[in-house]
């Protein structure tokens, strides 16, 4: 019996969202740590036609907010090279000035932005004197938050994630906005920032990334996926 090759389409960029919460594993974070670092080596690992390999570019959105901050940065460092903070861990000037020296890509949703300008302004005021010095990352749910990247003017905004584009257990009863709303939002953020890239999320898995890749998204990034191979390595 022979198999036929799988014909899949190349990503740009893969992002692997990390979520100790969807093991449902009370694991100590030095088990956690290791598991997630063999994970990502799975990853990499791969054969080329597995739809998970065949990336150019591949980033580990490190989301494990609930930790302490210093866990956090030791997650971080286990996830190595590939790793892309978040704002959310930040609640303070000097976690931020920590993180500002030691990566300079942050992923800050908009949500969070907001949460900055009204209740944390200094950490606002700071992350805006460092903007020509980091790279940004940022979320887009609807036009609500365009229109506050528009506002900005983030010198390096890379990459939008736009979500959720199908249904996931993440947002259990949203139905996703779909590929086709999801490229105008990824048209619209464009046209004030021509060179960001947009990443699809949400409900993304093997047979419905090669959509996104069609409506002009740059890459996917993945987080139900991506833990079903850490929690193999446990």
Not at 85 to 110: A, D, S
Request: aromatic letters at 8%.
């Amino acid at each position: 019996m022979c198999s036929i090759k799988k014909n899949n389409q190349s990503i740009d960029t893969l992002v692997l969202i990390t979520n100790r919460q969807l093991l449902k594993d009370d694991m100590s974070l030095v088990r956690y740590a290791a598991a997630l670092s063999r994970g990502v080596e799975r990853i990499h690992a791969l054969k080329e036609d597995d739809w998970m390999r065949n990336y150019h570019s591949l980033y580990t959105l490190c989301r494990d907010t609930d930790l302490p901050f210093e866990e956090y940065l030791q997650l971080c460092d286990t996830i190595g090279s590939t790793v892309v903070y978040h704002g959310k861990v930040i609640t303070n000037r000097v976690q931020l000035e920590t993180i500002l020296h030691r990566q300079p890509r942050i992923h800050m949703p908009t949500n969070l932005i907001r949460h900055w300008q009204s209740e944390q302004e200094e950490l606002w005021i700071t992350l805006q004197q460092h903007f020509q010095d980091i790279t940004i990352w940022s979320t887009v749910h609807n036009e609500g938050d365009i229109k506050l990247l528009a506002t900005l003017g983030i010198p390096n905004l890379e990459y939008v994630l736009i979500s959720p584009i199908f249904p996931t257990p993440c947002k259990e009863g949203h139905p996703g906005i779909g590929v086709s709303r999801g490229k105008k939002l990824l048209q619209q953020i464009q046209t004030e920032y021509p060179h960001v890239q947009g990443i699809a999320l949400g409900g993304i898995h093997e047979h419905n990334y090669q959509t996104c890749l069609q409506h002009s998204f740059t890459g996917v990034a993945i987080m139900s996926d991506f833990m079903k191979q850490v929690h193999r390595k446990i």
